[in-house]
């Protein structure tokens, strides 16, 4: 399951390193923490405010990694949140 930044911004998650990259073409403020024995790293979009990038670690030993990409920042159509009987849930 991956953390949420309300994980990582709780009282007992010490950030270990911050800083600024380029994930993927795209301006992101990466930090690293440690949580559950693994370090983890979040690379989050400066432009969507959104999870970019998540690595954890076992040591040095990269365990698992997300990448997101091709993300759609547009208003769905209405339509998609209609009801069969026409009523709309927003």
Do not use: H, W
């Not at 309300?6 to 998650?13: G, R």
């Not at 380029?22 to 992101?28: L, W």
């Amino acid at each position: 399951m991956l953390p949420t930044y309300e994980d990582v911004l709780a009282d007992e998650v010490q950030l270990t390193a911050a800083g600024r990259q380029d994930i993927n073409g795209e301006p992101c403020i990466v930090v690293t923490f440690e949580q559950d024995g693994y370090r983890c790293v979040y690379g989050i979009s400066t432009v969507s405010g959104l999870l970019a990038q998540a690595s954890f670690y076992d040591g040095d030993t990269l365990t698992r990694k997300v990448t997101v990409s091709e993300i759609s920042t547009e208003t769905p159509d209405s339509e998609l949140f209609t009801l069969p009987d026409g009523e709309s849930v927003i």
